[in-house]
């Protein structure tokens, strides 16, 4: 798989949980340009998603804790672009067992199906709502 269609697989599984998307939404704001894989809102709540599809051989978990760090920042910008509280999730195909950094869910691909039918759990589980 290459990473165009993960990102679109990650925007498939969300649309199947009823969200609306945005698919490779980008901003711009003070800062610059900035880029969001896929803006999913369902019932007033915005999930952000930046899909990484490391390979077994390229991925490291400070790697991904680097990118998460990235990516909570992006959401920020774009939060105060629209008015409203982004959650900045990174769906990652590799499992590193790593599920919260720097105010970032961190998901599984293979987890991801689950994370959206208990959303209001994790969101609890995070402190998110």
């Known amino acids: 798989m290459r990473w165009q269609e993960f990102e679109g697989e990650v925007r498939r599984i969300c649309e199947a949980h009823d969200f609306s998307t945005k698919f490779r939404f980008v901003f711009k704001d003070e800062e610059g340009r900035a880029e969001i894989d896929v803006v999913a809102e369902r019932y007033g709540i915005v999930l952000c998603f930046d899909a990484?599809?490391?390979?077994?051989?390229?991925y490291r978990a400070s790697q991904l804790r680097r990118e998460a760090e990235k990516h909570r920042r992006r959401c920020e910008r774009f939060s105060a672009l629209i008015g409203k509280r982004a959650i900045p999730v990174v769906v990652s195909l590799i499992d590193d067992s790593l599920r919260f950094h720097s105010g970032?869910?961190?998901v599984p691909y293979h987890s991801l199906n689950e994370f959206l039918t208990n959303l209001h759990f994790y969101l609890a589980e995070f402190g998110f709502l």
């Open 52 to 58: 990484k599809l490391y390979s077994a051989s390229r």
């Open 104 to 106: 970032c869910i961190i």
